[in-house]
């Protein structure tokens, strides 16, 4: 149940309230909380018989003798569950107070029915989070392990079955933001958790999101479009915080087994983004980046043939060979992606294979300087 300092705030907002005097006693008759802090951890007969009997008890002049450490005003036991779990006092001349006893009693309940729904709310959060970091972190799941792991999913009431988008977004200069803020560690746990609690007024009840760690986040949708919703979100951050991010969209999950892959290629498209200054990236669009990315080879063997071309000045030469290749080698569709008329982009080619002796219209070659390019761009 709840904790002395969380009855001790319901008794101050009550107070507030009313402006009379009030305690909470639990089932023994001591006194936890009050108005009066002197009184706390002192014993109240009438509270401890109002409790054990789950009646009211009325102090004033004619009885106050016979209630051991008490005040004259009313004492009304709480219920919870049916059970009772305490009991509520008002200080003061019962017949100027007896109105609000109800009141009060009705008022403390609901209040700390309240502060166990948040209390559950809260240990439920946690329980599903480290749940699924557990999954995101479990490369191999093996068949005893995924059925304990259904198991548990279903009772914390995580759907493996539903098939959910992961999305892994990471803030851009996260350090240098707090540096320059100068902010300290409780205001770096502040801002995580209004980020996150800005990410969930995104989400729908059965969608997730959790600080994964430093300046990641992990989102799980379920029924939007990720890219869009990551475009938005993009947008969000920045108007909200002032920051900016680069967001890897995995693999949709399926099964449980799923998790770990999209978690992992998410990350690696985070890391992709920076190299190539993309700030969303989703894994259907960016496949060859990745198999390059986790290729282990020596990168100088592919950029000899090519290096001229692949040296930093020719950024312009570069980005046609890009778009002209992603553009299916199609003059029209690749000159309006780089706005550009027709003929230029002819004459650019044709300087290419002048300047560089390399025929960016064979598409043997263009595939392999495109492949050089990519290598170039994702080496460390």
């Given amino acids: 149940m709840l904790s002395h300092e969380d009855y001790q705030k319901i008794v101050n907002r009550l107070m507030n309230i009313l402006g009379k005097n009030i305690n909470i006693m639990d089932t023994k008759g001591v006194i936890i909380a009050s108005g009066d802090s002197t009184r706390i951890g002192s014993f109240h007969e009438g509270a401890k018989i109002a409790a054990s009997r789950k009646i009211d008890v009325i102090i004033d002049d004619s009885n106050i003798e016979y209630y051991k450490g008490t005040k004259k005003g009313i004492n009304v036991p709480l219920f919870y569950n049916s059970e009772v779990i305490g009991v509520v006092g008002i200080t003061g001349e019962p017949k100027e107070i007896?109105?609000?006893?109800?009141?009060?009693?009705?008022?403390?309940?609901?209040?700390?029915?309240?502060?166990?729904?948040?209390?559950?709310?809260?240990?439920?959060?946690?329980?599903?989070?480290?749940?699924?970091?557990?999954?995101?972190?479990?490369?191999?799941?093996?068949?005893?392990?995924?059925?304990?792991?259904?198991?548990?999913?279903?009772?914390?009431?995580?759907?493996?079955?539903?098939?959910?988008?992961?999305?892994?977004?990471?803030?851009?200069?996260?350090?240098?933001?707090?540096?320059?803020?100068?902010?300290k560690e409780i205001d770096i746990q502040e801002l995580k958790e209004n980020i996150v609690e800005f990410i969930k007024s995104k989400l729908n009840h059965d969608e997730i999101v959790f600080n994964f760690n430093e300046d990641r986040f992990?989102?799980?949708?379920?029924?939007?479009?990720?890219?869009?919703?990551?475009?938005?979100?993009?947008?969000?951050?920045?108007?909200?915080?002032?920051?900016?991010?680069?967001?890897?969209?995995?693999?949709?999950?399926?099964?449980?087994?799923?998790?770990?892959?999209?978690?992992?290629?998410?990350?690696?498209?985070i890391d992709i983004g920076r190299r190539i200054d993309k700030d969303v990236l989703d894994f259907k669009d960016y496949k060859v980046e990745l198999l390059i990315?986790?290729?282990?080879?020596?990168?100088?063997?592919?950029?000899?043939?090519?290096?001229?071309?692949?040296?930093?000045?020719?950024?312009?030469?570069?980005?046609?060979?890009?778009?002209?290749?992603?553009?299916?080698?199609?003059?029209?569709?690749?000159?309006?992606?780089?706005?550009?008329?027709?003929?230029?982009?002819?004459?650019?080619?044709?300087?290419?294979?002048?300047?560089?002796?390399?025929?960016?219209?064979?598409?043997?070659?263009?595939?392999?300087?495109?492949?050089s390019i990519l290598i170039n761009q994702l080496s460390p």
């Fill in 218 to 269: 992990v989102i799980m949708l379920s029924s939007k479009n990720p890219m869009s919703f990551c475009k938005e979100l993009q947008e969000g951050v920045k108007k909200k915080f002032n920051l900016s991010c680069i967001i890897g969209i995995g693999p949709d999950c399926k099964d449980i087994k799923n998790y770990h892959t999209s978690f992992k290629i998410a990350n690696e498209l």
């Fill in 293 to 371: 990315h986790n290729l282990s080879i020596d990168s100088a063997l592919f950029f000899e043939e090519y290096k001229d071309i692949l040296n930093s000045k020719n950024k312009d030469i570069i980005n046609t060979i890009k778009v002209y290749f992603e553009s299916g080698m199609n003059i029209n569709l690749a000159s309006k992606k780089l706005f550009i008329h027709r003929n230029t982009l002819t004459y650019r080619l044709n300087k290419i294979k002048e300047k560089f002796n390399v025929d960016i219209t064979n598409p043997y070659v263009c595939m392999k300087v495109y492949i």
């Fill in 98 to 183: 007896i109105g609000f006893g109800r009141i009060i009693k009705e008022l403390v309940e609901l209040m700390v029915q309240e502060y166990e729904n948040k209390k559950y709310e809260a240990l439920h959060s946690r329980a599903m989070v480290s749940f699924i970091k557990e999954i995101l972190n479990h490369p191999n799941i093996g068949h005893e392990e995924e059925k304990i792991l259904e198991s548990r999913a279903k009772l914390i009431g995580f759907d493996i079955k539903k098939q959910r988008s992961l999305i892994v977004a990471d803030i851009r200069g996260f350090n240098d933001f707090i540096l320059s803020k100068n902010l």
